[in-house]
């Protein structure tokens, strides 16, 4: 929420304009009203909005060594003792997520016997992070000093240092950097971050925040029974992404985005919805993160609520008059109309980024929303190449798009991203200019080859 409402504001311009207007009757006071009317416009000059510009970002790459095929993943789990049928479980989830040979994991996961130590994790954490900040820093000629926030996220690990704390150390920045580090929050937690630091730099004005979103493997893969808790297994892998977001003035210039919405919702009061992604142990005391069935039921009940409150600040009117108009038909004359109209935002987006969290919240997604292939591609073909990064999944897809040279000057983003609570969360932006390809991106190698068609075992 802002700090003042609109209603605060409308009111104390009518005190204003009241002023003004005695200081008119008043003979007394020829020249106050210069005075007032000064005052008012440079209030009014303070209290606008600052516009929150993207300059860059970057999504880290893992080497080819750091790959995970069908073949190695069931090779090394039967050779780590692994029980048959758990690894039977999840070689079929593998063949039918939609994944490539090309996804990746720590090398510490390779090894025979997996080791899950503190000194590996921190290492796999060190490695993303600090290769897509060098990276981001490099291709925009950054000097450390100059960022103002610090915003990392990781859902699971959470160290001591934190991870915010490990990237101030590395990069040599300043003592007075406003840092955070956001846990617990699922895959969602990157436009978390992003909201975290619009606010941040509307407060600070003339401010640089830096936003680094990762997932750390190294001490979470599970090794027990369950299918519910072995299902991370087959869908997490190695990956993060680094933004960098401006409210200087200057910046417009060369940013590539600005800020347009960020609209978030959580189902949290809700049980099945509480309960639907969480950390727990098993009955042999092996600790791993448990999906429930009915993730995909609850996705879409809370998309319903978050799309709720975007659709009416993003949709045009014609189509948010054929919404309402289908509602009340079908509470009217509910034997003749039986759905109500799913609004085309295709007509509010050019580009969508949709969380790729799995195979079946994607095509979820596309039938819901009425979207086309071309829409879910991004999301479809990251899942493919690199699975599901968690939070900087939505960076990848943006990533592919510009790879792709579709992104040009007024196109509108939708970043969605669902994670643990439950949550969904959405970004809008508005491109500023023509993307060029980036030769240096995560998808510098490969992009000519996509998109693929995806063959998956039912």
């Given at each position: 929420m802002e700090p003042y409402t609109l209603y605060s504001s409308l009111k104390m311009l009518i005190q204003l304009i009241n002023?003004?207007?005695?200081?008119?009757?008043?003979?007394?006071?020829?020249?106050?009203?210069?005075?007032?009317?000064?005052?008012?416009?440079?209030?009014?000059?303070?209290?606008?909005?600052?516009?929150?510009?993207?300059?860059?970002?970057?999504?880290?790459?893992?080497?080819?060594?750091?790959?995970?095929?069908?073949?190695?993943?069931?090779?090394?789990?039967?050779?780590?003792?692994?029980?048959?049928?758990?690894?039977?479980?999840?070689?079929?989830?593998?063949?039918?997520?939609?994944?490539?040979?090309?996804?990746?994991?720590?090398?510490?996961?390779?090894?025979?016997p997996k080791i899950k130590a503190l000194t590996f994790a921190l290492e796999e954490a060190e490695t993303v992070m600090y290769s897509a900040i060098t990276d981001l820093f490099q291709k925009n000629n950054i000097n450390p000093k100059a960022i103002d926030i610090l915003i990392t996220n990781s859902s699971i690990f959470c160290p001591t240092p934190s991870l915010s704390a490990m990237v101030v150390n590395k990069f040599r920045m300043r003592s007075n950097i406003m840092s955070f580090h956001l846990s617990g929050m699922g895959c969602s937690a990157g436009i978390i971050a992003v909201s975290l630091a619009?606010?941040?730099?509307?407060?600070?004005?003339?401010?640089?925040?830096?936003?680094?979103?990762?997932?750390?493997?190294?001490?979470?893969?599970?090794?027990?029974?369950?299918?519910?808790?072995?299902?991370?297994?087959?869908?997490?892998?190695?990956?993060?992404?680094?933004?960098?977001?401006?409210?200087?003035?200057?910046?417009?210039?060369?940013?590539?985005?600005?800020?347009?919405?960020?609209?978030?919702?959580?189902?949290?009061?809700?049980?099945?919805?509480?309960g639907c992604v969480y950390q727990e142990v098993d009955s042999e005391n092996i600790e791993g993160v448990s999906i429930s069935k009915n993730i995909v039921n609850v996705t879409g009940d809370v998309l319903k609520k978050n799309i709720a409150s975007l659709g009416p600040i993003v949709l045009p009117f014609r189509e948010q008059l054929l919404y309402v108009f289908s509602i009340i038909g079908h509470k009217l004359w509910t034997s003749r109309i039986k759905s109500i109209y799913t609004p085309k935002f295709n007509c509010a987006f050019e580009h969508f980024c949709i969380h790729s969290g799995g195979r079946a919240v994607i095509q979820a997604m596309e039938k819901n929303l009425r979207l086309r292939k071309q829409d879910v591609e991004p999301s479809a073909m990251t899942l493919y190449r690199f699975g599901n990064t968690s939070s900087a999944s939505i960076w990848y897809e943006l990533c592919y798009i510009e790879a792709k040279g579709r992104m040009k000057c007024g196109d509108r983003v939708w970043q969605i991203a669902f994670g643990s609570g439950f949550k969904c969360n959405s970004a809008v932006w508005k491109c500023l200019c023509d993307v060029k390809p980036d030769n240096t991106s995560a998808w510098r190698d490969t992009i000519h080859t996509y998109p693929v068609e995806i063959v998956t075992t039912n």
């Open positions: 002023i003004i207007i005695d200081i008119f009757i008043s003979p007394s006071h020829p020249f106050a009203v210069l005075l007032v009317a000064g005052l008012a416009i440079l209030y009014f000059a303070c209290r606008r909005k600052a516009p929150i510009y993207l300059i860059d970002f970057s999504c880290y790459c893992p080497p080819s060594s750091h790959r995970l095929p069908m073949a190695m993943f069931e090779e090394n789990n039967l050779f780590d003792n692994m029980d048959p049928k758990a690894v039977e479980f999840q070689c079929k989830i593998i063949a039918k997520s939609g994944f490539s040979e090309e996804t990746s994991i720590p090398p510490s996961l390779a090894q025979i619009k606010d941040l730099l509307r407060v600070h004005r003339n401010s640089l925040a830096l936003i680094v979103s990762t997932e750390t493997l190294s001490l979470n893969w599970y090794t027990g029974k369950v299918p519910s808790m072995l299902l991370t297994n087959c869908l997490f892998r190695m990956g993060g992404a680094a933004i960098l977001m401006s409210s200087r003035v200057q910046d417009k210039n060369k940013a590539k985005y600005e800020l347009q919405h960020i609209v978030r919702t959580i189902n949290a009061h809700d049980d099945q919805s509480y």
